[in-house]
């Protein structure tokens, strides 16, 4: 099983700021089978990034995702008030389709 | 519109059963792979389980294997997750999303969730 290890866990900051969240795997993500998504209280998860650095259909283009092996990360520019959620990633490989804890973006 | 509406969840007590609906529209049903994901209160999302196009290949957490069985009705366009043995640690949100194989772009819709609550 594919363990993903998220940091920080918890990010404050201000509307406009730029931020990078972490995701490292405990082994390489074959094919870069790797998602993102973001969660607001209440809400199902919403699929941001794909195949570790495609955006899905609608997203702003101020998401994006990097990576490849074992480390990526998701950087959202000049955040909007709307970017303060809960990100998970989540690698696809093979079953169990494992996600990260979650890092948790809050304002400032 | 693509939708998925779960339904099915609610209050049971430990050792009781509960089946999980998912009701699929606008889309071809059958050409997904569909999985469940399940939310405990305060916490992350944790993988259930997956079922083929076919409905003839399934894959569970070790977490809920012998107890959850997942299967699917393409003619009703419908998925559902049996959970049998219930416990209290299976009390969360859970949630059915969709993925294309041989295209493997994430979980690109989710449904909105049903609430299951194991408790006496």
């Known amino acids: 099983e594919i363990v993903l290890t998220q940091s920080p866990g918890t990010l404050s900051l201000s509307p406009g700021e730029r931020v990078t969240l972490s995701c490292r795997a405990s082994q390489s993500v074959r094919n870069n089978y790797l998602a993102w998504y973001q969660q607001t209280p209440g809400q199902a998860p919403r699929l941001l990034i794909y195949?570790?650095?495609t955006r899905a259909t609608g997203i702003p283009d101020r998401f994006s995702g990097s990576g490849s092996g074992t480390d990526f990360a998701l950087t959202i520019t000049r955040l909007e008030t709307e970017d303060f959620a809960v990100y998970y990633c989540?690698?696809?490989?093979?079953?169990?389709?494992?996600f990260g804890q979650g890092t948790n973006l809050e304002i400032k | 519109e693509v939708q998925l509406v779960e339904s099915g969840g609610g209050l049971v007590q430990p050792g009781g059963s509960l089946r999980l609906s998912c009701a699929a529209s606008g889309f071809i049903f059958s050409s997904y792979w569909m999985h469940w994901v399940r939310q405990g209160p305060g916490k992350g999302l944790v993988w259930v389980s997956r079922?083929?196009?076919?409905?003839?290949?399934?894959v569970y957490a070790d977490s809920v294997k012998g107890r959850f069985t997942m299967s699917r009705d393409n003619g009703k366009n419908t998925l559902y997750l049996q959970m049998n043995s219930l416990r209290a640690e299976d009390t969360a949100v859970y949630y059915c999303?969709?993925?294309?194989?041989?295209?493997?772009?994430?979980?690109?819709?989710w449904g909105q969730g049903t609430l299951v609550t194991v408790s006496s």
């Open positions: 195949g570790a650095s």
């Open positions: 999303a969709r993925i294309l194989p041989g295209i493997w772009s994430g979980y690109d819709y």
């Open positions: 079922i083929d196009s076919d409905g003839i290949s399934t």
């Open positions: 989540q690698q696809y490989v093979g079953p169990p389709h494992t």
